[in-house]
Structures are given as C-alpha cells and as structure tokens.
C-alpha cells in the first residue's frame, strides 16, 4: 500500500509525550484526502513512518504546542450527561425519596398558559428527558432541589 503526504497543514502536540494530531493531505493507494491523524514517534505502522520521514525532511515546520483544554462550566457538563427514559427518570425520582404525584402537583401550580400545558405534555408523553430541558428547572424549584442534587439524582437514575 503506498502512502503520500500531498501537504501538511498542521501538527500539534498532545498532553502525551512524542505524540502529534497531525491534520494533512495524503494519498493511499491513490486515492486522496485529507485526514487527521494521531501520530506517535516509536509508531512503526501504517501513515506514521510517512509523518515521521515528513517531519526530519521539513525541520522548520511550525508544532503547535499543547494547550490545556479550558475547564468546562456546570452548564456544559450538564448538556454532556445522558438523557433518562420516562422509567428512569420516575424510578430516580422515587430513588431520591420523591413521588411522580408530586411532580404533577408542581406542573398543576404553574400558571395556566402554554408553559403549563407544554409541561403536563412534556411530563406525560415524553419518551426521555434531558437534564437541561426547562421543565428539569421548574420541577427542581418546586421540589426544593439545587442543581447539584438533581445532577446526583440524574446520574443514579442512569443506571436504573
């Protein structure tokens, strides 16, 4: 199998040691495209020989330096945690020492409007919930619960 670099248009370090995202133009076989590949030093298999012949002709290229990926907020934490089936999310509720009654005693104290009848669909017809969705915030307000003790409860009831 024959392996070209047409172009590279970047490498850059990773928090391993000796080891590279390289982001490049190759042929194979003669079939061209670009790829992004991981590319260790002591790798003896497959495009990483071609990188590393590439990198000792091409000693002036720019490597980018590794940089720490920013530290992630709650909010986004909180859209990465996996949606609950109806059973999950009910059974995590009684879980957590509160009834299914009590999230309809919520949604019937909400105003009456859009928002109140969007809800009482959400909670009877819904196939899974996502912890960020607005009836998440509104259940927990009427329940007492904080974030931090609805994410407790979302990541028990994953596994249920």
Not at 90 to 104: D, E, K, N, S, T
Not at 136 to 147: E, F, K, W
């Amino acid at each position: 199998m024959t392996m070209i670099i047409n172009r590279i248009y970047s490498i850059t370090a990773t928090e391993e040691p000796n080891a590279f995202m390289v982001d490049a133009d190759i042929e194979v076989s003669g079939e061209r495209f670009r790829s992004k590949h991981a590319y260790r030093e002591s790798d003896p298999h497959g495009l990483s020989p071609v990188i590393k012949q590439w990198i000792a002709n091409h000693p002036d290229f720019l490597i980018g330096s590794y940089m720490t990926p920013a530290a992630q907020t709650p909010e986004e934490v909180r859209e990465q945690i996996p949606a609950l089936t109806a059973r999950q999310f009910r059974l995590g509720l009684v879980a957590g020492g509160y009834a299914p009654a009590q999230v309809i005693k919520a949604i019937d104290t909400m105003p009456d409007g859009t928002a109140k009848e969007t809800a009482k669909i959400e909670w009877e017809y819904a196939a899974t919930f996502n912890r960020t969705h607005p009836l998440i915030a509104t259940v927990a307000v009427a329940l007492g619960l904080n974030d931090s003790q609805i994410d407790a409860m979302w990541l028990t009831a994953v596994n249920l």
